[in-house]
């Protein structure tokens, strides 16, 4: 039976009949995935699960899906867009189902609509992002955020492809709010910001405004922080979207530990946010253990997790029982 998914050899290429968005979150040791790789995901989940994709024309034919901005390498995200172009009417639950069913644990489709219009049609002019701090009190993160939000401009340096790359990190942040969450009255918790950054050209990532908050207010983080992008689209909508700081950190007259954390879940941009699941993940931070304990999906061998059985029996091989690596 031949894969509908795959052109057939010599045939005339089906005309695009229907376009999905995708909305799906990348999580857990998938957050350490290239673009590319997602997209080399994204293109076997297609193949298996049989979905009608529509290809390009010429020698090398490609399926037709589009991507917005992808979150940097490095960072979590619950709100990665990207579109399909099918050939065959398809309902959008059935696609998700068999969509997030194919690809690798760590990427997990949250939602598929049909929208009227194309991905490059929708606006994306700013991203709604959590960024946890290992190691910073309330009151350090409290400062740093004040400092950098009076200063007029706070400059810093990347090193690119094409040679360092100057910008202005403070231009980019709308709203930035700090909070602070602790798992139980023990614990002594961590800070967590929440800002909305706009799409600027150069593009401003969240390591970037992390330099430029230890420029201003040497805040350095005991640990790499946990990046993650709650959501993405229109400007007003995203600074509607990040709220006030009560509704990440405990509210006033609280005792730490009692308030409760969760994502912003949209499921279309123009979408008011969805209120906090008690039962959701409650940061990336939390996203990143609950995936090294155990994985929902079962892994692949080849994978891009590489938690594969074949990779751990290797592993298990070449250790002697007293823990040190053979020669």
Known sequence: MPNPSSPAPGADHAPVVQRLIVRYAKRSRMRFASHRDIARAVERAVRKAQVPI????????????????????????????????????????????????????????????????????????????????????????????EAFLASDGVQVERLTSKGIRRMDARAAVVTMQAGWRAADPRDAGYAILRMVVQQLTPAVRPDDILTALRQVAGLVPSSPPLVTRLAQGPLEAMAAAAGPAEGFGPAAGQAPGSAAQG?????????????????????????????????????????????????????????TPSGQQCG
């Open 54 to 145: 529509a290809y390009s024309a010429g020698f090398t034919p490609h399926p037709k899906i589009s991507y917005a901005g992808a979150a940097p390498t490095g960072t979590a995200s619950e709100a990665e867009y990207l579109e399909l172009s099918l050939t065959a009417v398809r309902a959008g639950s059935e696609v998700r189902d068999q969509l997030d069913a194919a690809l690798p644990d760590g990427i997990d489709v949250i939602d598929v609509t049909e929208e009227a219009g194309s991905l490059g049609a929708m606006t994306f002019a700013a991203s709604l992002w959590d960024v946890v701090l290992p190691g910073i009190g309330p009151d350090e993160a409290a400062a740093a955020v």
């Open 263 to 319: 994502h912003v879940e949209t499921t279309r941009l123009d979408a008011p946010p969805a209120q906090p699941a008690a039962a959701g993940p409650a940061s990336a931070y939390d996203q990143l253990l609950r995936g090294a304990a155990g994985s929902q999906r079962a892994h692949a061998p080849g994978s891009l997790t590489g938690d594969s059985p074949d990779a751990r029996n290797r592993a298990q091989r070449s250790r």
